[in-house]
């Protein structure tokens, strides 16, 4: 039995505003003692769920957000590319599941996808479901029908995150709304899809827009089964390039206060890893980070070596569930 268990957990979403403040407001170790509490009494605190991600349609997106290589808008260097073939994409699949993934992640560069792209997208969920592995998708915004076709084709996950607060977000996209977001994140609900919706730190944001994106997260009708917290990987050619860099330890207290507001959920330690020190990524998992992308390459940006990853999970006494190394 871990130490410090606690009893019970309630899960809320009714978490209010000043609430969420009032925990980032908490002396640091206050926090992380907190936080790691409300950890151990939903999770196994030395485990860790690994999800492999390839990226299926990549750059030449419509969609103007300052932080990503992929816009059309910006000119970052990137080749873009087709989406690929469903027989690449299983390959791909085999190898990540031969590696022992369990779960992988298809994210394609659309604003939303068209009618040609989802029969082919359907294929690839339904062979790769097949294989026996957890399929997410992240493909954009989603009618009510195509959601139910990617349900229906076997998908388990749709990530599709918020990024901010509602009124940061006018500052980093224009060509959608976070209504739009929010409307889709209930579509895929709509349809019985887990949720996967979190967001990014580092774009120059205050900490109330932090705390804001939190809030949403943790009042919609059911949490996010996947809350990705992703550090802005800065981008040449993007207009968020040469933003302020975030103080690493208000990255750790935004995972601690994720972890307290949705204790089952899954807080992934999203992109930017591979700028973190591992002494920083220990931190993450001390303040409830239990999930990480893991494979050399996010979608277009680079990832810490799968080498590295096992080294430091076994330097931290962490079992990896779904990448076959340990356990
Ligand atoms: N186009 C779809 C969409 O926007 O929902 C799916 C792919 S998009 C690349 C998925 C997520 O990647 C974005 O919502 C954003 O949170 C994250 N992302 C993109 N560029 C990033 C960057 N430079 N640093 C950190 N996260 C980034
Ligand atoms: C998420 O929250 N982070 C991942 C995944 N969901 C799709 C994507 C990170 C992308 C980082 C920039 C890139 O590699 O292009
Ligand atoms: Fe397009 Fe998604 Fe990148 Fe925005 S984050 S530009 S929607 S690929």
Redesign the pocket.
Known sequence: MPPHKPTEIQIRNDWTLDEVGALFALPFADLVFHAQQVHRACHDPNRVQVSTLLSIKTGA?P?D?A????SVRYDTGLEREELMSAETVLERARAAKAAGATRFCM?????SPKKRDMEKISAMVREVSALGMETCA???MLTAEQAQELKDAGLDFY???L?TSSEFYEKIITTRTYQDRLDTLQTVRAAGLKVCC???LGMGEGQIDRAKLLHTLATLSEHPESV?I??????EG?PLNGSEKLDPLEFVRTVAVARILMPKSHVRL???REEMSEELQALCFLAGANSIFYGEKL?T?GNPDVEEDRRLFERLGIQAEGCGTQG
């Open positions: 997106c969609e957000c932080y990503c290589p992929q994210g394609a560069a659309y604003r992240t493909l954009g990530n599709h995150n990024d979190g967001g990014i990705p992703n550090q802005l990987v800065q981008v993007t999203s992109a930017g979608l940006t």
